[in-house]
């Protein structure tokens, strides 16, 4: 009897005493780099960039006075980024024709070379003071943390000569302030 007594004590006390732990405010999550990625159907072909393929940047444009970050990933000597205001929360943010400059976004075909590469854009990249507002993509951002950026995003994008690339069922989760171990 006093054994099982021993155990029932034992038993509650420590159900109490893991139910009083509390996360601190600064736990980290783990994660690992299987857990970071862009992906993306690029014109029906799967894009897919892992974590050692992203890179995160932000900046400030000295045109519309607004600080900027977004993304750039590498798959296949092909590249997509994607530009949006630092201030963004979650939420949904369209991409239109060339109205308001961010977000914005592009695709590269670099596999005939720096020289020969073909850039796709959306055009309020660059033509962004007309006042036309067609649609031709979205940005959702689900997760915006001190730790990660993710979410999803669509888009159409174009060269020079017109011709457009599709960028569809895109998603990505980024990590912020990545320190490499030395």
């Not at 021993?6 to 005493?17: A, D, K, Q």
């Not at 009083?20 to 072909?45: H, I, L, P, R, W």
């Amino acid at each position: 009897m006093k054994a099982i007594n021993l155990i029932t004590f034992l038993l509650l006390g420590s159900t109490f005493l893991f139910s009083a732990c509390e996360k601190s405010n600064d736990y980290q999550e783990e994660f690992t780099a299987e857990d970071y990625y862009v992906k993306a159907t690029v014109n029906g072909e799967e894009f897919e960039a892992n974590f050692y393929n992203i890179t995160t940047f932000s900046g400030y444009d000295s045109t519309t006075k607004d600080s900027i970050s977004g993304f750039s990933a590498n798959h296949n000597q092909t590249a997509l980024q994607v530009d949006i205001l630092l201030s963004k929360q979650n939420g949904s943010y369209t991409i239109n024709r060339t109205t308001n400059r961010y977000p914005n976004a592009n695709f590269i075909n670099y596999q005939k070379g720096p020289e020969n590469s073909d850039i796709y854009y959306t055009p309020n990249a660059f033509n962004w003071t007309n006042p036309t507002s067609e649609k031709i993509g979205e940005i959702n951002i689900n997760r915006n943390d001190e730790q990660v950026f993710a979410g999803t995003f669509f888009y159409t994008a174009y060269n020079n000569q017109g011709n457009a690339v599709k960028i569809e069922n895109g998603k990505f989760q980024i990590l912020k302030n990545f320190t490499p171990d030395e």
